[in-house]
């Protein structure tokens, strides 16, 4: 499975300023994910980081809160822009592996505080 | 009505035990089927990854599809302290590029 780390493992931020999480892999791959985790919840996906063209975002998720950038086939970055505390949560970026029949891996996150 | 449905536990069971974790899903789009273990303060790691309705086994885990009740369920023999953990079930409905839909996942205890 690809190797995947994200930056920073964890940040405390004041509302109103904006967090930008990177995620490198260690192989290319073609998509790359980036997910929610709120406190006691589950994974919910944001959007789709697609390498040379704009994010794919979900329901409930815009660019001008979450924007993504994706500039090769091993990097892209998440950021959480003008927080509030509702946006404390752990960050989550996943990659699809074509290896072994399109499974999704998961980096460790990024747990996010907002004060 | 969520379209994953697993119930959060907790559960605890002693070291040895046989652990059923099962999840529902409503959506019959779905195609593939995914056990995640997410330790605390860590990402989710991949278990179990199945297409088809039936059993699929990898050591002390079984996972187990049934498309025509839409029910799934992750079995883990011979229970160690080290599988203390929160389980995920994960589904899609495509094979590459789709969204998972995660359920709320099942914290799980093994008792030494």
């Known amino acids: 499975s690809a190797v995947i780390s994200q930056k920073p493992s964890r940040d405390i931020c004041q509302r109103g300023t904006s967090l930008t999480i990177q995620c490198q892999v260690d192989s290319q791959v073609t998509m790359m994910f980036w997910y929610r985790q709120q406190p006691g919840q589950s994974l919910t996906l944001i959007a789709t980081a697609n390498q040379g063209s704009e994010a794919t975002y979900e329901s409930g998720f815009v660019i001008d809160k979450f924007p993504i950038s994706r500039p090769n086939l091993t990097f892209s970055t998440l950021t959480v822009s003008n927080m509030s505390p509702e946006d404390s949560s752990i960050y989550l970026c996943?990659?699809?592996?074509?290896?072994?029949?399109?499974?999704?891996?998961f980096g460790p996150g990024t747990r996010l505080t907002v004060t | 009505q969520k379209e994953v449905e697993q119930d959060p536990g907790p559960l605890s069971v002693p070291e040895g035990a046989i652990v059923s974790l099962n999840c529902t899903y409503s959506?019959?789009?779905?195609?593939?089927f995914m056990w995640y273990r997410q330790y605390s303060r860590k990402g989710p790691e991949l278990l179990m990854y199945t297409y088809s309705s039936g059993n699929k086994e990898d050591g002390r885990f079984t996972a187990q599809v049934d498309k025509s009740s839409k029910y799934i369920s992750l079995f883990i023999r011979d229970s160690q302290p080290s599988d203390s953990a929160t389980y995920l079930c994960a589904m899609s409905a495509e094979t590459s590029g789709s969204r998972l839909t995660f359920g709320e996942g099942t914290q799980l205890t093994v008792n030494p």
């Open positions: 996943s990659v699809e592996s074509r290896d072994r029949g399109y499974e999704q891996y």
């Open positions: 959506n019959s789009a779905f195609q593939y």
